[in-house]
Each structure stands twice: as C-alpha cells, then as structure tokens.
C-alpha cells in the first residue's frame, strides 16, 4: 500500500471518531493551532503548517472552542476535500502529516479521560496506577452526580434552550473544556449595558459559612450565619453580595424578559436583611431563599461578546429560580437540556487542569471582609 494511501487512510479513521462523537468533537481547539516557536527570528509558518491551521480554524469556524454548527462541514468531507488527491505533493503530503499527529493526539487525550474506548480495548497507559485516591474520590463523586442529575432532569429542568441575545437574566454555561474557576460553571447575568456586564457563578459552593467570611451583625448571624458562601467569581468583593427571589426581602430587581409570567419567579440584588432574618426566624422563609456570594464576574463592554465569538461560552435562558442555590451538578442539568451535541457534552467527563484545592484558594481565614447589605 502507498504511503499516500495509508496516511490517506488514518486520517478518515480520526476523522470517523470525529464524527461519531460529540464529547471528542468537544476537545479540538485553537490550542491545537501550529505557532512559531517564540524567540524565532523568521516567523514566518511553513506552507503546509499554515494550510493545517488553516483548516483547523475552518472546522472551528474561526472559533477558539467547538460549538455545534449547522453549516459545518464534517471532519470527514474536510478531509476528502483538503487531502484525497491522485498525484499528491510533497506541500500536501506534509501538511497531512501535521494534521495526521495533530489528530492522533487528540485521540490518545480521549482515551485518557474516557472520551474515547481504545481501539485495542486495552487501558490507557497514562491513566493506568497514576490517579491519586483524592482523585478518584472526586471522578467518582462527579459520575454519580452526573447520574443523579440525569434521573432528576425531566422534572426538575423545564423550558430551557438557547438564547439568541445576550441580556441580564440570561444563564452563560462555560465551555467544557474551560478550566480554572469558569470550569463547568453557570453565570447569571445580572447587568448587561453599553457600560459593560456583570454577573454571578451560582453553581460554586462551599463549606465556608457566612460568619467565616464577612463581619456579621449578631441578629442576623442568628439568621444565616451557618449559610454557606458560594464563589461568584474571580473578582473579590469587599462585602458579600446577595441573590434572592423574594420581592418583600427588597434589593434590586434584575431587569429581564426572560419567561416572564404570572408565577414566574424574578431575581433581586441586594437585600434587606433585617427583613429577611425575621422571615427566617419566624420560618416564614427559608434560610436557603438567601444566597451569599463572594466575589463577581465582570466584562468590560465588548469584552464577553468576543468571548461568546470564540466559543467560550453558550448563552442560555432558563427560569431566574435556577440562580438562588442550586445544586453543584446545574451545569450538567442546563447544558443536558438543550439536547443534541450539548447533551453530549454534558456527559463528559469533568476535565481538572491541576490538582489544588479551589476553596482553600479561594477564601482566607485571615482576609475577613466587611458585610454589607443593600436594599
């Protein structure tokens, strides 16, 4: 068999993968991109690097993430088109070599983490005897999320789908393969103006109370002291920020069409917690129906549209009553809802650049802050 024929050959086979598999589609990226190394003199690319790069993009659509598309051709029409020649050059033979490695690695990534089966039906040598019992704890804690969540989803999730616009109200779910604090996180959009946007991650929660973390006045510690501090962001907040649904507990409304009805329960900013500790006390009203934020997530203008053009994100509208103390797993909830490709997406494993503990990161015992509520 011709080389021709056989790199010919590989590619189409990666390329079924691709298409086969949604949750592998998930992890090709612009990482994957061929740049000059730094410090060269000449950067200028090679012709069949630049032509690689140039298809990859094409099969991202110019984006940094992949994102389901309708008018994106199939891993295996690009192929046929870019690289099933009669007479090859040695310009294509190259470039099919770079996009041959470039795929293959990918594929060994998949098989990893479990995106993929290995062909040979063996076990991966770098997952096999390597994860830490911390690690395994925590995957299989996150696949019998994933399974829960999945059981409860129909009942639970219910007019859910994507969202043509960006606006307050309005639910970002993080790309699955975005790591860090973003990984697997849901913002709410609280502010979207010319002035730029503001928002809260509501699926970050932690072990670290109230009284932990911000200077409480005793009437209310009585209330929510033992209320659990949630992440909103990386930006940190000298105060605690609140979200609530109780219109009699005050603050300020998020301004939304976001299905709004009658029984349509909207999203306050803000509280008055004097009012809310009294509800609480006469459980009137639950402690839950308050949520304590440390920190925000904030756009400069302009900013999380070109993040929303590189697939960093998927903008979704959901009910408001999804933002005030949901549980962990809403991502997969959300993202699972909207069917399809992102269904796929939201059965994948959960991918954990490095091994640190994000809580302990986040909040010091020593960096107490000042409470302050807003009404």
Known sequence: ???????????????RDLDRNAAFR???SSNMLIRPVSGEY?????????????????????RSYYLPSRERKSAQELVREKF?????????????????????????YAMEIGVLENRLGKASKKTTGKKSPKKIIRDLNDAQSAREASEQMSSRVTNVRLADTLSSGIFLLSHPMLNGIFNRSVIVLTEHTSKGTKGFIVNRPTNTPLMKVFKVHPRIM??????????????????????????????????????????????????DLETAAKAVEKEEAKQTDVMFINGISSWIPGQ?????????????KAPLSFAVNP??????ELMGHLGGEYEAFSRMPVIHEEEFDEEDDFFDDDDEGDFEERS
């Open 1 to 15: 068999m011709k080389l021709q024929q056989i790199v010919y050959r590989d590619l189409l086979t990666a390329a």
């Open 26 to 28: 998930a992890l090709i």
């Open 42 to 62: 000449n950067r200028t690319q090679l012709p069949h690097v630049e032509e690689f790069n140039r298809v990859l993009l094409t099969y991202l659509g110019n």
């Open 84 to 108: 099933r020649q009669e007479s090859p050059t040695k310009h294509s033979m190259d470039t099919a070599f770079v996009a041959l490695k470039a795929l293959n690695d990918r594929v060994s």
């Open 222 to 271: 009585r209330a929510f002291g033992s209320s659990k501090v949630r992440k909103g962001g990386p930006l940190r907040t000298e105060h605690a920020e609140i979200l609530h649904s109780r219109e009699e507990f005050g603050g300020e409304r998020v301004i939304t069409g976001n299905f709004r009805s009658p029984t349509e329960e909207s999203l306050f900013v803000g509280v």
């Open 304 to 316: 999380l549209e070109s993040e929303m053009q590189r697939g960093t994100w998927v903008a979704v």
């Open 327 to 332: 549980e962990k797993d809403l991502w997969s």
